[in-house]
């Protein structure tokens, strides 16, 4: 065991034991990798298992994923307006609630802790009092349920941006997760895809003012831009937040990553396993992010023999991005496409045996489609290449390629951030990007972000496609390694501009309905000929 983890487990052991007051400058939260599995039965009893063990670590609050404990016809109905308000605990009204809000509301009873598990949520508006009904039909929603530490339910959160889950309805109202606890911290939640939107992702932190926020996903990883831990981390360090994340294990497919990170100090504990795994993953975190007092022992390392084994899709847009391929040795150039400028400047020192890996410099300003969402993206990158083509990039490189990043330095000139009054929130968040060969994202105390707002268009650095000269104020964005980087994959920045989006709201066919359907079989390994058992 490496010293610095030794030394983090005897301070967490000796600050671990009691739970967090208000008076408390930290509190210990715990985060579930959880390996996915279509018996339902089974991943309750293991999420009451998991909680115990939480518990037994001092944890103040225990997260699990998206799509992990329910699925198919298997749905909760959660009266937050109706029984649970009279009778908020359903461990002690096992009479009116699914089992499965009984057992939990048990575990976090027993075990004196905060809870959060997402679920399939069902409403029927025929019997639904106190709920917004547009229509007076049944409704299916993935849905956050949180228990406090007496087993009572204490706030609900609704998916509101659905990733071709065409089973389930968007929230019918774009409420916000909140919730405040005994040891004095306010909680935003939102599930998955939702971090890509400005509603809830930036504006729960924003128009709140929270500091701390707890995420369930079920997350695909892309490259170069958005593998799990990486846009984990970015979003803890771009909204200076406490960010809680746990995520569904499924490798085969492409699904994992989880961790405790805190603002601007990164992750305090992260895997981004290639095996399939469950994972309890616990830490202190500080009530005010970044301010970490204690040792942590940040990304854990997979074991390099399995590290390939998670399946990582590359981002079909690649091939529309401006680029430049890189040349080993010193380099300073400039890429400019729409209203984004991208100036490089790297150095580059290749391997003496053999030509590789290849490097591109990447600019994009323009859209991306996730799931018929049409999203506005700006980013300044750099990716490495399997060989000189850009179809080739993303690449992760064998072990016997090798190449350094003496250095590299980015700055991007782009879209002026905006305050949105009335959502309460930017219109634009831009985020520091970056994975290495072993699926971890570069240490924070290796790079220095900084964003330098009112930047003259007038002093904007030009080339031969110059960017659009009406404009009179930018941001300046800079981005750059402290310290030489060997195995780096990704490296930049990627913005979200929120006010270009472009939402899609053709109501699901029957042929969507049933691709979903034998997608979620093919996520949960269901038979055929077992489904009607499960």
């Known amino acids: 065991m490496r010293l610095s983890v030794f030394v983090w487990l005897l301070c967490f052991?000796?600050?671990?034991?009691?739970?967090?007051?208000?008076?408390?400058?930290?509190?210990?939260?715990?985060?579930?990798?959880?390996?996915?599995?279509a018996n339902i039965e089974t991943n309750v009893q293991n999420y009451v298992k998991l909680v115990k063990e939480a518990a037994d670590q001092n944890a103040d609050v225990i997260v699990f994923p998206e799509m992990?404990?329910?699925r198919g016809a298997r749905r909760v109905v959660v009266p937050i307006y109706g029984a649970l308000k009279d009778s908020p605990v359903p461990a002690l009204r096992p009479d009116l609630y699914d089992a499965i809000l009984v057992s939990i509301s048990e575990a976090a009873r027993q075990h004196q802790i905060y809870v959060v598990i997402n679920l399939q949520e069902l409403m029927d508006c025929?019997?639904?009092?106190?709920?917004?009904?547009?229509?007076?039909?049944?409704?299916?929603?993935?849905?956050n349920v949180v228990f406090d530490r007496t087993g009572a339910v204490i706030d609900r959160y609704r998916k509101i941006n659905l990733f071709g889950?065409?089973?389930?309805?968007?929230?019918?109202?774009?409420?916000?997760?909140?919730?405040?606890?005994?040891f004095g911290v306010t909680f935003g939640h939102f599930i998955c895809f939702d971090l890509m939107f400005q509603v809830p992702a930036a504006q729960v932190v924003e128009k709140n003012n929270i500091t701390d926020v707890i995420f369930s996903t079920m997350w695909f990883s892309e490259m170069p831009y958005l593998t799990a831990t990486e846009i984990q981390e970015a979003y803890a360090y771009s909204m200076n937040v406490n960010f809680l994340a746990a995520g569904a294990n499924n490798v085969g497919l492409g699904s994992a990553g989880s961790g405790i990170y805190s603002g601007r100090a990164g992750s305090l504990i992260s895997v981004m396993p290639g095996v399939p795994t469950t994972r309890l993953l616990v830490s202190r975190v500080p009530k005010i992010p970044g301010e970490v007092k204690e040792p942590f022992p940040g990304p854990i390392s997979d074991d390099p023999k399995s590290v390939d084994n998670l399946v990582l899709i590359s981002d079909p847009s690649l091939p529309s991005h401006v680029s430049r391929q890189l040349v080993e040795g010193a380099q300073?150039?400039?890429?400019?496409?729409?209203?984004?400028?991208?100036k490089f400047r790297v150095k580059l020192r290749l391997s003496d045996s053999e030509q590789g890996p290849y490097y591109r410099a990447l600019a994009k300003d323009s859209f991306n489609v996730y799931a018929r969402q049409t999203?506005?993206?700006?980013?300044?990158?750099?990716?490495?290449?399997?060989?000189n083509t850009i179809e080739s990039c993303p690449y992760r490189f064998k072990n016997k390629d090798s190449a350094e990043i003496e250095e590299l330095e980015i700055e991007m000139t782009t879209h002026r951030l905006h305050y949105n009054s009335t959502l309460q929130c930017s219109d634009i968040v831009y985020y520091p990007v970056s994975m290495r060969n072993d699926k971890v994202p570069v240490r924070p105390k290796n790079f220095t972000f900084v964003v330098d707002s009112k930047v003259d268009s007038q002093n904007v650095p030009s080339s031969d496609n110059n960017i659009d000269a009406n404009l009179n104020r930018k941001e300046r964005i800079t981005y750059k390694l402290n310290a030489p980087q060997t195995g780096l994959v990704a490296f930049g920045?990627?913005?979200?501009?929120?006010?270009?989006?472009?939402?899609?709201?053709?109501?699901?066919?029957?042929?969507?309905?049933?691709?979903?359907?034998?997608?979620?079989?093919?996520?949960?390994?269901?038979?055929?000929?077992?489904k009607a058992t499960i």
């Open 13 to 37: 052991v000796y600050y671990s034991e009691q739970k967090s007051t208000p008076q408390d400058d930290s509190y210990v939260a715990a985060v579930v990798e959880y390996e996915v599995r």
């Open 68 to 70: 992990t404990l329910t």
């Open 126 to 143: 025929n019997n639904a009092p106190g709920e917004y009904c547009p229509e007076q039909k049944k409704y299916q929603f993935n849905t």
């Open 165 to 182: 889950e065409f089973t389930r309805t968007p929230a019918l109202k774009p409420d916000l997760g909140v919730f405040t606890t005994d």
């Open 332 to 342: 300073e150039f400039i890429l400019t496409t729409n209203e984004v400028s991208c």
């Open 375 to 387: 999203m506005g993206v700006a980013a300044c990158s750099l990716t490495a290449c399997k060989n």
């Open 493 to 530: 920045v990627w913005g979200r501009i929120f006010n270009r989006d472009v939402g899609y709201h053709k109501e699901p066919t029957e042929d969507d309905l049933r691709n979903y359907m034998e997608i979620e079989d093919w996520i949960f390994k269901i038979d055929k000929k077992h």
